[in-house]
């Protein structure tokens, strides 16, 4: 019975190389000559973050955008972002940003309801992060990725797995 795999996953290599070239465009910057500001790809509770440092607060906001295109860049989908406010001290300034990696449970029960009401002949279950589709017809799974990829899940959904 063919069928495949929706994750919400992003390539962890190429946002380390994003964060290392924006922490050399960082140092190359006229604007940013003797602050001490960087990017750091950390990992907090289980998940990966990447931490932002500067001196003050409108310097985060342009390395948000220095990451942001960098992560362009590298076909990175900017979904995978969960950017939390930034914390301001008296000379210095921190913010986190955390990357998405899975699929959490309510999203996952929404995209079921979603291919369910669509009257689809495929069937959706979830398994742990992930959202796998069976289906008999190819033609009917290809419907459900096209109806997935229609609105708008505050993911990176990939479509992986895909079995005849």
Known sequence: MPSFDVTAECDLQEVRNAVDQANREI??????????????????GG?????????QE???????DILRQKLVKRKVDL??????????????ARQEVGLKQ????????RMVKAVKT???????????????????????LQQAIALLKAEDWQLPLNFTNFRD
């Open 27 to 44: 140092q190359t910057r006229f604007d940013f000559k003797g602050v001490d500001a960087q990017f750091e790809l950390a990992e907090a």
């Open 47 to 55: 998940g990966k973050s990447v931490q932002l440092r500067a001196e």
């Open 58 to 64: 409108f310097q985060l906001q342009q390395m948000m």
């Open 79 to 92: 979904a995978t972002l969960d950017v939390h406010e930034p914390v301001t001290t008296l000379n210095a």
């Open 102 to 109: 899975g699929i959490d449970a309510d999203t996952a029960k």
């Open 118 to 140: 669509a009257k689809l002949k495929v069937q959706a279950q979830v398994q742990g992060e992930q959202l796998r589709v069976t289906g008999k017809k190819r033609d009917d």
